[in-house]
Structures are given as C-alpha cells and as structure tokens.
C-alpha cells in the first residue's frame, strides 16, 4: 500500500470489469490455461494489434522465448539487440543457446542505432530483436531492409509499446512478430502475463504448439517436439479482456500525461531534456523519461534520491547490457547507451497521475535542480 501522498512510478488501473469477469471464472471453474476468456483476449488483442494472430503465454520473457524457438533459433546463431533494453531481450536469447550481439543506442528515440545493427550483421546472424523502449517504436524500415537483404526475420519487442505506432501502423504489426508483456507496470495489465502476434499461419501453428508442451492438436498425449508449458490462465485473460476495453482512454491519459509534463518541465532546459519523438512516430510514454544534460549526468542518481525524499517514486533508465555480469563484454564501447542509461530517468507515468501531481514533481526537480546548479556554480 502506497501512502496517499506519495506518487508512484507506476500502478495498475482494475477498476473496469476485471473483478467481474475474474470472478466469472472461479464461479464457472475455468481458471486454468482453457476458457472463452482467453480465446476473447487473444482475437481482441490480435485486432488491437493489427495482426492476424495473437497468442497469450505466460509473461513477455517466455513470448519472446517462444517466438524465437518457433522461428527455429538455436545454437550458433546470432541475434541482434540493443544493449540498451531490460535483460529479458538477451534472456530469450540465450534460452536458445544462440548469442545476442549487442548494438548501440539512437541518442534520440533510445531505440537500436540501425547504423550500429547493419555493421554488425555476420554469416551467423538470424534475425534482429528492435525494441520499442519506453514506448517510443524503432525504426522498422531500415531494419527490415536490412532484414530483407541478409535473408534474417525480425522480432519486435513491443513489451512497453502496446498502441505505439509506426508510420500509423501498430507495433507488433510490423515484422515477422512480435511481443508483449502484461506486467503488472505494463499498459495493460494480466498480473503477469504476454503476447506473441504475428501475421504468418505456419509461425502460428509453432507458437501454440510449443506453448502447450509441444502437443499435437490432433493427437492427445502425442508430441512430436519437447515444448514447454508456456500458456497463459483463463483468469488472466479475463483481467486482460477487461484492461483491453479501456486501453484507448489509458493511452489518451498517457498522451495527456506527457503535455502536462511538456508543459510544466519546459523551463527546465538548461537541466534536462524531455522526450523526443520522430516525426513518424506515435509515443504511448509507457514510461515518460527525461534525460538529463551532459554536465549533470552525476546529479542524477542523487535527484532521484531527493525526488524520493519528497514522496516522488522515480526509476533509473535500464543499465546498458554490456556492463552487467551475463553480457559484460569488456572490449566494447557504446558511449550513447552508456550516457542514456547514466543520465536517464523515468517519471511517474500511469493513469491515475493528474496535473498537479505532475505539476508537484516538475517543481520539485525545479528546486533540486537549481541547488545543483548553484553547487555546481560554486
Ligand atoms: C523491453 C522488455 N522486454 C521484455 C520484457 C519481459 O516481460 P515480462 O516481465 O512480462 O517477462 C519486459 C518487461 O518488463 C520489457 O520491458
């Protein structure tokens, strides 16, 4: 439990049909991984998404786990992703046995530099994983270009981006598949929960038959591969149904969010700056991130320590990959990610922050960052 007063990072939004329908299943007695609540979600999911198939499992990690198992990653191979992102991109990877060859980040959006990710294609490349981070999509052209050209399949990883689009299209719409989490910080919410979407039917066919353990659909207790038990539960679902008929007023709240911070941060220029979006980008600000200047990077970490004195929940931008234990990688520089993840904070963003908790913490950075500019003065 939150004190009142205190405005946290992120929080969840169950106050539509979540409970009635959950409480549905325990009357009905499907709680378990069969229901008509998870074949509703995944069809509303798959027109949300703008795909022809959406498939629900346990949580965003194994979707992207799943998606690449069915695209046939294995040892070996190697896969490209951004060394800025949450660990679950690489995770994936490594389940397979292949290598996540890390990739720089755009100074901009956040997202994988395309530059960085062609010159690091290789004879062993498979595919390339963009990640729409907080909310901001990559940019799918070029990366599917050079997709095309070296014969490799993309995976979005669109965990922070449900509604984001790209050149009005819907991530998760916009290359071989794409993935979803439902974390309980997520968009929208199942407790734990994900998705894998994608347009192609043999794809689909792999997705549900590794899901469910690897059975065949037209022979009980026979499986012809080893799968894994990666279904999602009808309550899930049931709260993922309800979060899906209110996704357009959580993203228009999100949008709402990110003027009121536009608006009361502006000044603050000279200290930070605010989130950028391309012009072909629609930003759902899963997580409203600031940045702050390059000679206030080292103010950062005790900002959020102020800010959290002051009742202010804050989170830092992700470590880059390359500087933690499992990808440590001791030869490589990536100095964007590195000052992006230095330098980053994500804001309070979720449906239930109004315009003056947004105004209280603007004012509160105001007054931190103007002490920090007179100790740096002196
Ligand atoms: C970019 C990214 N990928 C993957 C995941 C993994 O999702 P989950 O936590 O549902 O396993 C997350 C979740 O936080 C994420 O932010």
């Not at 391309?278 to 005790?302: C, G, K, P, S």
Request: aromatic share 10%.
């Amino acid at each position: 439990m939150t004190s009142p007063d205190r405005i946290s990072v992120a929080q969840p939004m169950l106050d539509g049909n979540e409970l009635r329908y959950i409480t549905e299943c325990i009357e009905t007695e499907w709680i378990s991984s069969a229901g008509a609540y998870l074949e509703k979600f995944e069809a509303a999911f798959a027109e949300f998404a703008g795909t022809r198939y959406a498939v629900a499992c346990a949580n965003g990690t194994v979707a992207i786990h799943l998606a690449l198992t069915a695209l046939g990653v294995g040892p070996g191979d190697e896969v490209l992703v951004p060394t800025l992102t949450y660990i679950a991109t690489a995770n994936a990877v490594r389940y397979c046995g292949a290598t996540p060859v890390l990739c720089e980040s755009d100074a901009r959006t956040l997202n994988i530099d395309v530059d960085d990710a062609a010159a690091k294609v290789t004879g062993k490349t498979v595919g390339i994983i963009p990640v729409h981070l907080y909310g901001h999509p990559a940019d799918m052209d070029p990366l599917n270009a050079i997709a095309k050209k070296h014969n490799l399949w993309v995976l979005e990883d669109a965990a922070e981006a449900h509604g984001a689009q790209y050149r009005g299209r819907q991530c998760g719409s916009l290359a071989t598949a794409g993935t979803f989490s439902f974390y309980g910080n997520k968009i929208i919410t199942t407790g734990e929960g994900g998705m894998v979407t994608t347009d192609d039917p043999d794809l689909h066919g792999q997705l549900t038959l590794l899901r469910g353990q690897g059975m065949d659909p037209k022979r009980r207790y026979w499986f012809p591969v080893a799968g894994f038990n990666y279904r999602m539960t009808n309550m899930q679902a049931a709260v993922g149904l309800a979060q899906l008929e209110r996704v357009q007023a959580f993203l228009e709240h999100r949008q709402r969010l990110a003027t009121w911070y536009g608006k009361h941060l502006a000044e603050l220029s000279g200290f930070l700056s605010l989130p950028f979006t391309e012009t072909w980008a629609h930003h759902v600000y899963w997580m409203y991130t600031i940045i702050l200047n390059e000679e206030f990077t080292d103010q950062r970490d005790a900002l959020m320590s102020a800010l959290s004195n002051d009742g202010i929940e804050t989170r830092p931008v992700f470590f880059p990959l390359h500087i933690m234990p499992p990808y440590y990688e001791a030869e490589s520089s990536f100095p964007v990610a590195e000052r992006l993840a230095a330098s980053g904070i994500n804001l309070p963003t979720h449906g239930r922050i109004t315009e003056s908790d947004v105004k209280r913490v603007a004012a509160s950075i105001k007054e931190l960052s103007s002490t920090n500019a007179a100790l740096k003065a002196s």
